[in-house]
């Protein structure tokens, strides 16, 4: 590791073979419709000096480890997680780790929680925006939201592609567009369920800026007066939106940025790679998108980069 890398990334993919395997054994090869990149301890490491990278929380992205089977997901999620943990241990200053839950199993969810948190020592947990056809706000995953708030959680959302998308004929990936959408229902949903009301102290990172989120802030705000989204959402929709964490995969540009940083406080803002989703030319551009960002003054940029993670990830600060 270079003497100037300091990125904390949360937004860090790891594909163990197991994991391809078994997603392969149910005949999907892709998340998003990006077909698996290659993965490896080695190749990360190097990624990660070559880019800056000091830390990375990793995580399993979508399409996540149900596929149909609460039993093989329960075991499958055990099996991701202890990997994830071996890293860390391994290599306490380099990696950290948000633990896979197979939902839509709650009580599989729930047993992993305990096991993530009092025996692995997890960063947090990431769960996908969109589980079937159920959002994160669903009442049947409020038990989930409910531990996670008593344990003060961190909360890393990934998007996938729900099943009404599945059906579009579009002809696209489903990163390219479904993605953010996918981030923005979920955002929109656990506002007007009432479920950022009820359990405040989950602290949760949105992927790719909150997808669409910050352009449409204003939108959800003012829908969020009629009276019925309003008891759910008392506080009104902005200011739930200014609780949240953000990540800049995919999303380091002006013009993303620009609407992000009117929102919140670089203190919520997160450096997130994508990687190996994005190849090393897409994250050395996200890094200098960061960089160059004429938004943020020396003291914001080093809090995207490092020091708002520092806050959510206390472990990092002695190592």
Same mark, same amino acid.
């Given at each position: 590791m270079s003497a100037e890398s300091q990125r904390i990334d949360v937004h860090h993919h790891v594909l163990p073979a197991e994991y391809v395997k078994a997603a392969s054994r149910h005949g999907i090869h892709a998340g998003g419709d990006v077909p698996f990149p290659d993965w490896s301890l080695e190749s990360?490491? !190097?990624?990660?000096?070559?880019?800056?990278?000091?830390?990375?929380?990793t995580s399993i992205a979508a399409p996540g480890v149900h596929f149909?089977?609460?039993s093989e997901a329960r075991d499958l999620a055990r099996r991701c997680n202890e990997l994830q943990a071996r890293l860390v241990s391994d290599r306490p200053a380099r990696f950290g780790m948000f633990a896979s839950l197979p939902l839509p199993d709650v009580d599989g969810a729930l047993a992993e929680i305990e096991y993530a948190f009092g025996t692995l020592k997890a960063?947090?947990?990431?769960?996908? =925006?969109?589980?079937? !056809?159920?959002?994160l706000g669903d009442p049947?995953? !409020?038990?989930?939201?409910?531990e996670l708030d008593r344990r003060k959680a961190v909360l890393f959302v990934h998007p996938a592609i729900p099943a009404t998308s599945q059906a579009l004929k579009l002809g696209l990936p489903g990163a390219l567009v479904e993605f953010v959408f996918d981030t923005t229902r979920a955002v929109a949903n656990l506002i007007f369920s009432g479920t950022l009301e009820r359990h405040p102290d989950v602290k949760i990172i949105?992927?790719?800026?909150?997808g669409t989120v910050p352009f449409l802030a204003w939108r959800l705000g003012a829908f969020g007066r009629m009276p019925a989204l309003l008891a759910k959402a008392p506080q009104g929709a902005l200011a739930?939106?200014? @609780?949240?964490?953000?990540?800049?995969?995919?999303?380091?540009?002006?013009? =993303?940025?620009?609407?992000? @940083?009117e929102l919140v406080d670089p203190s919520h803002i997160l450096f997130g790679s994508d990687h190996p989703y994005l190849p090393e030319p897409l994250?050395? !551009?996200?890094?200098?998108?960061? =960089?160059a960002f004429q938004g943020f003054d020396d003291a914001a940029r080093r809090a995207v980069e490092r020091s708002s993670a520092l806050a959510l990830f206390p472990r990092l600060r002695s190592l």
């Amino acid at each position: 590791m270079s003497a100037e890398s300091q990125r904390i990334d949360v937004h860090h993919h790891v594909l163990p073979a197991e994991y391809v395997k078994a997603a392969s054994r149910h005949g999907i090869h892709a998340g998003g419709d990006v077909p698996f990149p290659d993965w490896s301890l080695e190749s990360t490491l !190097e990624l990660m000096d070559r880019c800056g990278i000091a830390t990375a929380i990793t995580s399993i992205a979508a399409p996540g480890v149900h596929f149909g089977d609460a039993s093989e997901a329960r075991d499958l999620a055990r099996r991701c997680n202890e990997l994830q943990a071996r890293l860390v241990s391994d290599r306490p200053a380099r990696f950290g780790m948000f633990a896979s839950l197979p939902l839509p199993d709650v009580d599989g969810a729930l047993a992993e929680i305990e096991y993530a948190f009092g025996t692995l020592k997890a960063d947090g947990v990431v769960l996908l =925006a969109s589980l079937g !056809e159920r959002y994160l706000g669903d009442p049947a995953f !409020e038990p989930v939201f409910a531990e996670l708030d008593r344990r003060k959680a961190v909360l890393f959302v990934h998007p996938a592609i729900p099943a009404t998308s599945q059906a579009l004929k579009l002809g696209l990936p489903g990163a390219l567009v479904e993605f953010v959408f996918d981030t923005t229902r979920a955002v929109a949903n656990l506002i007007f369920s009432g479920t950022l009301e009820r359990h405040p102290d989950v602290k949760i990172i949105l992927s790719h800026a909150g997808g669409t989120v910050p352009f449409l802030a204003w939108r959800l705000g003012a829908f969020g007066r009629m009276p019925a989204l309003l008891a759910k959402a008392p506080q009104g929709a902005l200011a739930y939106l200014k @609780r949240l964490y953000y990540d800049t995969a995919m999303s380091a540009n002006p013009h =993303a940025l620009a609407s992000l @940083r009117e929102l919140v406080d670089p203190s919520h803002i997160l450096f997130g790679s994508d990687h190996p989703y994005l190849p090393e030319p897409l994250v050395q !551009e996200t890094a200098h998108g960061v =960089a160059a960002f004429q938004g943020f003054d020396d003291a914001a940029r080093r809090a995207v980069e490092r020091s708002s993670a520092l806050a959510l990830f206390p472990r990092l600060r002695s190592l």
